[in-house]
């Protein structure tokens, strides 16, 4: 992506963050002026986020989160939330109810008008929505348009903050669409996507030549969504393509990321991100690589699957003067090697060795059953671990005349 470019998008961006502040400062403006809450409920993953006023409706200490169904139902409040999102499951994309709820020792008539975004295929995956209470007293017409019209801003806010993201991680972040043909080497990438469209992250992938006639490859993780994601990961991808110019050392090119990452905290705190970055010589048919807090790359070998030891490595970005150390491994005919994020092996509720075991064992079970063609069985049967984040695998092998298009294989992922 040139420098121009670059900035433009970066500029849109900030021009978008402020019009999504300007909205959220009127809209908590127009709480304490109509004495109404907002929430957003993610109909996919059960998430719900609550403004201060709405815990204060419902009476409720914020250290407890908001309304759990269960909690809602126990208490006689589920008319009020529980309406909105049965109707958004039964296409309505705005809704507009008054309910009576006891709060306490008391009932109140509560109003929540609320609107439904939807995929592509049109089921629903998130609820914007306001509850106000009215009680004894009637909402006029137009404070009620007012606060719908905030209700409307805050959605356009959030869904141009998603195109912006979609926009940078298309420039930034090209998926090539034939087998990367390297020295020694074919390689292929696939980029799954989180399930939920709002969700763009911050996954990336390298895969280049060098002059000494080596290869460099890397794959990394900015913890996130949204644009802050996407241009935290064009910059470390970037700086790594120039660095490689100057020294191809995975380790000394982690120390840079990690200090390049240190200084990119301070303008986004609690910036977390990962790497993993290998070199591989043709010549000597050997793979030098190192990690940074990164899941362990899997290398297949005669028939069996295994992690590879990580060499030490900490996050990049959380001590400015981390070190980093190599390991060195064989990378020989018939070998395949994935280098992969964690959305293809770590869920919550269930631990990373978890998730790892579960692949390995597939990989294991595919060799046993059709040794002969391992690679198009496996990848046929792997499935991300997690839906709701990114993952992009980097698949290689050396390359020995008859090496099969990985594209094709890693496309039934």
């Not at 300007?22 to 109404?36: F, H, P, Q, S, T």
């Not at 109909?43 to 986020?49: R, S």
């Not at 043909?181 to 709002?198: M, S």
């Not at 595919?366 to 198009?376: D, G, N, Y």
């Amino acid at each position: 992506m040139g420098g121009q470019a670059y900035a433009e998008a970066l500029r849109d961006r900030w021009a978008r963050s402020a019009a999504t502040d300007l909205a959220i400062d009127r809209l908590a403006g127009v709480e304490e002026m109509a004495n109404l809450g907002w929430g957003e409920w993610d109909l996919v993953t059960g998430d719900v986020y609550w403004s201060p006023q709405l815990y204060r409706i419902f009476e409720r200490d914020p250290a407890l989160g908001p309304l759990t169904r269960a909690e809602a139902e126990r208490s006689g409040k589920a008319s009020s939330l529980g309406d909105a999102v049965l109707a958004a499951a039964h296409d309505a994309d705005r809704i507009d109810l008054v309910s009576q709820v006891r709060i306490g020792d008391r009932i109140r008539r509560l109003r929540t008008v609320a609107d439904t975004v939807r995929d592509a295929d049109g089921r629903p995956v998130r609820l914007f929505g306001i509850v106000q209470d009215v009680t004894g007293q009637p909402v006029s017409a137009q404070r009620l348009a007012e606060v719908e019209r905030k209700l409307d801003e805050q959605r356009r806010a959030t869904v141009a903050e998603h195109d912006l993201a979609l926009r940078l991680q298309e420039i930034i972040l090209p998926i090539p669409d034939e087998p990367i043909e390297l020295p020694g080497l074919k390689a292929a990438v696939r980029y799954l996507p989180a399930g939920q469209e709002t969700m763009v992250g911050g996954d990336w992938f390298h895969a280049a030549d060098l002059r000494d006639g080596t290869v460099l490859l890397a794959v990394g993780d900015v913890a996130g969504h949204g644009t802050k994601a996407a241009s935290n990961m064009a910059q470390l991808r970037h700086a790594l393509r120039a660095l490689a110019v100057v020294d191809s050392d995975p380790v000394t090119l982690l120390g840079h990321l990690n200090r390049l990452t240190c200084e990119l905290e301070r303008e986004t705190p609690e910036l977390a991100a990962t790497a993993v970055i290998a070199r591989f010589d043709p010549r000597r048919r050997e793979l030098v690589w190192a990690q940074a807090g990164h899941p362990p790359p899997l290398l297949c070998r005669d028939g069996r699957t295994a992690t590879l030891a990580r060499p030490s490595g900490p996050m990049l970005g959380v001590v400015e003067d981390a070190r980093y150390t190599a390991a060195v491994t064989e990378f020989r005919p018939g070998d395949v090697l994935l280098l992969y994020t964690d959305g293809l092996v770590e869920h919550r509720g269930q631990s990373l060795d978890a998730g790892l075991d579960a692949v390995i064992a597939t990989v294991d079970d595919t060799v046993r059953s059709a040794p002969h063609q391992p690679l198009a069985e496996l990848v046929g049967r792997l499935r991300r671990a997690n839906p709701d984040d990114d993952t992009c695998i980097l698949a290689a092998r050396p390359s020995t005349g008859g090496t099969r298009d990985l594209r094709h294989l890693l496309g039934r992922i």
